[in-house]
């Protein structure tokens, strides 16, 4: 499942889709969008923003230019996971506190299509609230972590972890500053956030 392959159709692919949309009655049950296409949209609305990687050299590419376009590269950054920090060591990334961190590094549970969020647990955040972390993520996961609700990612992390399930469960889903006025959204932390993503299917 390529994430980018129906981004990157050509424009008379395109044409031929629109036609054939237009052409369904509008009783018509409408066309479901497959998970991988249906997070990736759903996510950009919620001002997150999205590096598609091939393999991981691209992973530690992107990576430099989000340091680069942020000025972050003399900045300190912290981890949770010790197998994350090992696997970006090549990067010697400055290291430091949850307290004077720019950005915090973290992988998730899973990623959700139906509203574009990161689902993330006690693994990711121990027992900390998202308000307590920097401002800037960097999410590092996997194609094969795209789920198609909340519902689905909850199931996946019961069956992996059946002796013991993890606690502070969540999900970030505001990406960009969120409207005072929006009692919708009141309580939630609003993240900067880039989502490294690796295609592994």
């Known amino acids: 499942m390529s994430i980018f392959k129906n981004f990157f159709r050509s424009k008379s692919n395109n044409k031929k889709e629109e036609i054939s949309t237009d052409n369904r009655g509008k009783y018509m049950p409408q066309v479901k969008l497959p998970i991988d296409e249906s997070f990736t949209i759903n996510f950009k609305a919620n001002g997150g923003k999205f590096l598609y990687c091939e393999n991981l050299n691209e992973v530690f590419e992107n990576t430099n230019l989000i340091f680069q376009e942020n000025n972050w590269v003399d900045k300190s950054g912290y981890f949770y996971d010790k197998n994350l920090k090992e696997r970006f060591e090549s990067l010697n990334l400055k290291i430091d506190s949850l307290k004077d961190a720019t950005y ?6 899973n990623l959700i299509a139906d509203d574009g969020s990161i689902l993330i647990s006690s693994h ?5 609230k998202l308000i307590e972390f920097p401002n800037n993520f960097i999410v590092f996961a996997t194609t094969s972590q795209i789920v198609t609700n909340i ?7 019961k ?25 919708l959204t009141y309580g939630s932390a609003s993240k900067n956030l880039y989502l490294l993503l690796l295609e592994d299917l």
């Open 104 to 109: 915090f590094f973290t992988t998730c549970e």
């Open 124 to 128: 990711q955040i121990a027992e900390s």
């Open 151 to 157: 519902g689905e990612g909850l199931r996946q992390i």
């Open 159 to 183: 069956n992996k972890n059946a002796q013991k399930i993890p606690t502070n469960i969540t999900t970030i889903k505001h990406f960009k500053d969120l409207d005072e006025k929006d009692f």
